[in-house]
């Protein structure tokens, strides 16, 4: 069990915390307000402003760091919101060992991918917008993460929400990117109304917005009401995070700048949902049917993002499915419980660096070939972008889980941790997240082979320009570089000594599951397994040449091909439905609602039309009616004296 | 000789220190009358503005000076000085160096301001036509706006009732007159300050005559003796009711409210644009500070709130009723902005009504946030012009926000802020007098007011829907480029709405402190 939620006021060096929000939403506003004035430096100003914003984070990790254990919890009451008896909304901050980790994840990762842009944006007119923009999203993302109650953390989560929607549609100019966006924005509104009702129920039962009352609340709520509360939060979660059902936006999501889907749509924003998840831990610790939804959603989506990610010959979209299968992993993980909550968050960590990496490695190649997304029309690349090869390859060994890569310690405990459940849910839990490493090393490979191996595939663009690859600019190499470096490293750093279990222990409790079978035996399968995808992938697409032109494929392929469908469905049954019903609905508008509606509207006018004749302009009736008011009034009043 | 000395004439004392923002206020009145005898005319818009804003200034000075006070008494018991009444008396002065700022404007409008050349001239004549060719400007509107200013600070203050009976004439004449001397369409402004000026008299004459009555009850204007006498009664209390009545007629007629509402469109209407502004700002902080005090502290006792409570929630329904309704079929900008000031005085009755201090202080946070919004919402009609003056018709208003983005972006977050989104100020205000009333017991009144605002979002956003989503008109309206004084304005007001929407507690402390010192 955690310990109970106590935190201590946020003095001396912890009085900053306030400061690395307000860096990055300062830079937004000077970028927004100032306009094209700010042209000239808006990309530096932009860097800036999230570097400041990731000192400012170090410095409060060395902080935490100085401190023991138990007093690794700081509150920073920023200012009372509506203060009116009877209902009170705060404004405040929460810095524990979790939060950090996401400020150092959000604001780290966050200004190599600001440095990887000033390369990567050089051409775009509208450069300065997207550093705003960027810098707004990493202001929000940072309330998400450090607010000490769920008001604050739903207004961060619009927030990014909306920074999403203005990036995926930053070239709006493209049909297709607007579409997106828009598609975004509404399947997220789906999960933000969860989120909201969450809110409200947690109002009403715990009376109070802020995380302590909620979570030493929660012994005493019902268990039917936690759960309740545990599923509308993961309905939440499950928008931002691209989780089965509302999985649908992501692939589309990719319609952005490559710097933002590296950001939002793989390393930060999307993972916004197990945040969530573990930061509520409490509810969840209380709620086990709803714990055993989320194991369900994450290991659908897991498979789900799988199988889409072997099919697509979009570089973009196929580490897109990745994406949604790997948050899979940790929402499964999230949803185990004590047994799970650290090794999601550590993922979640290791993640954002290989998957980041991978992302600007995509973007590093489209900047080669002409802004091609088709890995059909790529090949041979290993020898023209050798930096960029280095890269993605150690963000490959890491995703597939290849010891000692950072995945392979961060998956593999996800991996016990499933089995370790016990039970037939373990069983099978355990062998979808086995089922699932294979298929990743299979489509991860495939993505390897298909861009950097093999022969040149390479054709034209529409305008007859010729590809000619090459190797990106420094700004855009030195990010890749730091974040490969992440991906080797961070996950022995992070499996040294349980440190990473140990750190986060007291905010989400942890518990050691039992095996059913030993240790190393799991190791040898998980092994075996992701060699079997890398052989199986290597036997389709390394052994034989990849032809320039998609095959028709089996009904398995054609169907991932269309994210299995899931458009499909959701037209056929969402929007088809929807539109039968808004055309019942309608009917019924017009004929009931709108009468009733129609009604009091032709009444009120009506009602408004006649007083009006009332309002003649002339003084006597006006006096009159005075006169008429006052006696009345006299009346009233010695009438009701009684 | 012991006659002679029975009989000497003992001076009383008057705290001069305590009535300094009053008495400051008064005298740059005074000197503005010099100033519009001496100087010579060129100079004297110049010294006049001048002079009004740093009046202004000096007053809100010695508010600021006097805030650590208690509570005290001072005049012979004739005026209050506590949290309340500095509170707002610091209100009003905010509230007026802003309206200066907006009165005093002549870029708009050709380097002349909104006011006629010569008052006195025949609207059409040719010594119109002279006065304006020759640039002559009505300049004593500044020491007017002054003497009404000291009024308005006096009225809240007045803690016996011939001194309210004072303020309110001191406030008020002012105003009629003002208000008769737009520039443009003057018969339309002569008829509004005449009607305003023959309503105002009648409604004085019922408070005058409700005084009376309740003199003759406690054998005293003074509210404190009046609030003894209704503790502890020793007559009937017909005279008590009766006079309460009247009193309320002059008062409510002050503020607004239904059935005593009917000179406000015409008035608001007809008057030039900055000073509708400032009056329904200013005009109604004072009347409703004057209704408070008579409420909570000469009729606070809990037998008399029994029996006035129903009926003024009752007036409060009718009220926002009234407004509510009657601004839905407004074409006229200014008549709707009228209709919302009523509908937004229902409101405020509902936090009257209520009688708590919470309720109190609620009410004080409302009045400045939706007092500084109305005047920057009436400071961007006067920069939307035709011909002929203002175009204050909302058909000429379409696409307004494509031609002219940042007076329409103003105009949208005041009227946003009007309608009680989240975020603005007044949603704020909204929300604490509406909790107030629930924890007062009042919950049909809340949902008569919710119900109100619903309806109200439909007129204030449709000016929005027309600003922003309608094509400009071929021949539409000009923009004017207002001096620096007004964009100051505008932006004071349009910080002010939205930031005290993020942080209101900063003023919702102070209200609240200053609400529970009252001199009762």
């Known amino acids: 069990m955690p310990s109970s939620y106590a935190p201590l006021a946020a003095t001396g060096t912890f009085a900053l915390i306030a400061w690395v929000i307000a860096i990055p939403l300062a830079g937004a506003a000077i970028l927004l307000l100032g306009g094209r004035r700010t042209n000239r430096f808006g990309h530096l100003l932009g860097c800036a402003a999230s570097v400041g914003s990731f000192v400012l984070g170090a410095v409060l990790f060395f902080a935490l760091l100085g401190k023991p254990g138990d007093q690794r919890s700081y509150d920073q009451h920023v200012y009372t919101w509506v203060p009116v008896p009877g209902f009170s909304a705060d404004a405040g901050f929460h810095l524990d060992q979790l939060s950090i980790i996401f400020v150092l994840l959000i604001t780290g990762v966050g200004s190599l991918i600001h440095i990887y842009s000033v390369g990567y944006m050089a051409h775009d007119e509208q450069r300065r917008k997207f550093f705003a923009y960027l810098n707004l999203f990493l202001a929000a993302m940072l309330v998400l993460v450090l607010a000490d109650n769920y008001l604050l953390l739903y207004a961060g989560w619009e927030g990014v929400g909306l920074a999403s929607y203005l990036l995926i549609g930053f070239w709006q100019h493209k049909p297709s990117a607007a579409v997106a966006a828009k598609k975004a924005f509404i399947v997220n509104r789906v999960g933000d109304v969860g989120l909201s009702l969450a809110v409200m129920l947690m109002y009403t039962t715990f009376g109070s917005f802020a995380f302590g009352p909620v979570f030493n609340g929660v012994s005493g709520a019902k268990t039917g009401t936690l759960t309740a509360i545990g599923l509308l939060l993961l309905l939440g979660a499950c928008g931002k995070s691209a989780q089965f059902p509302l999985q649908s936006w992501l692939g589309d999501a990719m319609e952005g700048p490559t710097p933002v889907s590296a950001l939002i749509h793989a390393a930060t924003m999307v993972t916004a949902g197990v945040y969530l998840i573990v930061r509520s831990n409490a509810i969840f610790d209380a709620a086990p049917n709803a714990r055993?939804?989320?194991?369900?959603?994450?290991?659908?989506?897991?498979?789900?993002?799988?199988?889409i990610g072997c099919a697509k010959d979009d570089i973009k979209k196929a580490l897109a499915g990745s994406t949604m299968s790997q948050i899979g992993y940790m929402v499964l993980a999230a949803g185990l419980g004590p047994i799970g909550y650290v090794f999601a968050i550590m993922h979640l960590v290791?993640?954002?660096?290989?998957?980041?990496?991978?992302?600007?490695?995509?973007?590093?190649?489209?900047?080669?070939?002409?802004?091609?997304?088709?890995?059909?029309?790529?090949?041979?690349?290993?020898?023209?972008?050798?930096?960029?090869?280095?890269?993605f390859g150690l963000g490959y060994l890491a995703i597939i889980g290849c010891p000692p890569f950072s995945g392979y310690w961060s998956k593999d405990k996800i991996i016990e941790a499933a089995f370790s459940q016990g039970g037939t849910s373990g069983w099978i839990l355990g062998c979808t997240t086995l089922l699932g490493a294979l298929i990743t090393a299979f489509y991860m490979t495939r993505v390897m082979l298909m861009t950097f191996f093999g022969q040149k595939r390479w054709v034209a663009d529409e305008q007859g320009h010729e590809p000619h690859p090459h190797e990106s600019p420094w700004v855009m190499v030195v990010p890749m570089a730091v974040l490969a470096v992440g991906s080797v490293a961070a996950g022995a750093l992070f499996s040294y000594h349980s440190a990473f279990v140990n750190w986060l222990e007291p905010v989400t409790g942890h518990s050691d599951g039992r095996l059913p079978f030993s240790d190393a035996l799991l190791q040898v399968i998980t092994l075996a397994v992701v060699a079997l995808g890398v052989a199986y992938a290597w036997s389709l697409y390394g052994r034989q040449e990849v032809p320039a032109q998609a095959?028709?494929?089996?009904?398995?392929?054609?169907?991932?091909?269309?994210?299995?469908?899931g458009d499909a469905f959701n037209e056929l049954v969402f929007m088809r439905t929807g539109q039968y019903l808004t055309r019942v609905l309608v009917y019924f508008d017009l004929k009931g609602v709108d009468g009733a509606v129609n009604g009091i509207a032709a009444g009120l006018g009506g009602s408004s039309g006649r007083l009006r004749r009332l309002q003649t302009g002339f003084v006597r009736s006006y006096a009159l009616s005075m006169f008429g008011g006052a006696t009345l009034l006299i009346a009233a009043l010695l009438l009701v004296r009684g | 000789m012991s006659a002679l000395a029975a009989t000497t004439f003992t001076v009383p004392p008057v705290e001069f220190g305590k009535l300094s923002p009053m008495l400051i206020a008064f005298g740059a009145a005074t000197l503005g009358i010099l100033v519009e005898a001496l100087a010579p005319r060129a100079h004297r818009y110049r010294i006049q503005v001048g002079l009004a804003l740093v009046g202004i200034a000096a007053a809100f000075g010695a508010v600021l000076a006097l805030a650590k006070t208690g509570v005290e008494v001072v005049a012979q018991g004739s005026v209050a000085i506590d949290g309340t009444t500095l509170f707002l008396q610091g209100t009003i002065l905010v509230i007026a160096f802003v309206g200066f700022l907006v009165i005093a404007e002549r870029k708009t409008d050709q380097n002349q301001d909104a006011f006629a050349a010569q008052g006195a001239s025949v609207p059409g004549s040719q010594a119109e036509r002279d006065t304006t060719r020759k640039g002559w400007q009505t300049t004593e509107i500044y020491p007017l706006l002054m003497f009404s200013v000291g009024g308005m600070l006096l009225f809240p203050a007045a803690n016996d009732l011939l001194t309210m009976f004072v303020a309110l004439e001191v406030l008020s004449l002012p105003l009629y007159l003002v208000c008769g001397l737009a520039r443009h369409r003057r018969l339309l402004s002569q008829e509004a300050a005449l009607k305003y000026f023959l309503l105002g008299a009648f409604s004085s004459a019922f408070f005058l005559y409700g005084a009376a009555m309740l003199y003759g009850y406690a054998g005293s204007v003074n509210l404190a003796v009046i609030a003894q006498h209704v503790a502890h009664p020793d007559a009937g209390s017909t005279l008590l009711y009766a006079g309460l009545a009247m009193l309320g007629v002059g008062l409510l007629f002050k503020v607004g409210a239904a059935p005593f509402h009917m000179w406000t469109p015409d008035v608001y209407q007809g008057a030039p644009t900055p000073v509708t502004g400032f009056m329904a700002a200013a005009t109604k902080i004072a009347a409703f500070g004057a209704l408070v005090r008579v409420l909570d502290v000469g009729l606070g006792g809990s037998s008399a709130v029994a029996v006035w409570r129903p009926v003024l929630q009752a007036v409060a329904v009718i009220t926002m009723l009234v407004g509510g309704i009657l601004a839905l079929t407004q074409r006229d900008i200014k008549r709707m902005l009228a209709y919302s000031a009523i509908l937004n005085a229902g409101y405020l009755l509902i936090g009257v009504t209520s009688t708590t201090a919470q309720a109190r202080a609620a009410v004080l946070f409302y009045l400045p946030v939706y007092g500084v919004a109305i005047i920057g919402a009436f400071a961007v009609v006067t920069l939307v012009r035709d011909a002929g003056g203002e175009a204050t018709d909302l058909s000429r208003w379409a696409g307004l926000g494509k031609r002219a983005p940042i007076p329409a972006a103003l105009l949208a977050v005041f009227l946003l802020a009007f309608a009680g989104i989240p975020f603005t100020s007044i949603f704020i205000g909204k929300f604490a007098i509406f909790q107030a009333a629930l924890n007062a017991g009042a919950p049909a009144l809340v949902i008569v007011a919710v119900l109100a605002s619903a309806l109200a979002a439909f007129f204030y956003l449709r000016v929005v829907v027309v600003m922003f989503f309608s094509d400009p008109l071929p021949d539409g309206p000009t923009i004017a480029h207002p001096s620096i004084a007004v964009k100051t304005a505008l932006a004071v007001a349009a910080f002010a709405t939205v930031a005290l929407g993020i942080a209101p507690s900063l003023l919702l402390h102070l209200a609240n402190n200053s609400a529970g010192i009252l001199a009762k």
């Open chain 1, 350 to 391: 290791t993640h954002g660096f290989f998957k980041a990496g991978l992302f600007l490695g995509a973007g590093s190649v489209m900047h080669g070939m002409n802004d091609d997304v088709n890995m059909r029309h790529y090949g041979a690349l290993r020898k023209f972008m050798p930096w960029t090869y280095v890269t």
């Open chain 1, 292 to 307: 055993l939804v989320v194991t369900i959603v994450g290991a659908v989506t897991l498979m789900l993002g799988a199988i």
């Open chain 1, 551 to 565: 095959p028709a494929g089996a009904f398995a392929t054609r169907a991932a091909r269309r994210d299995l469908y």
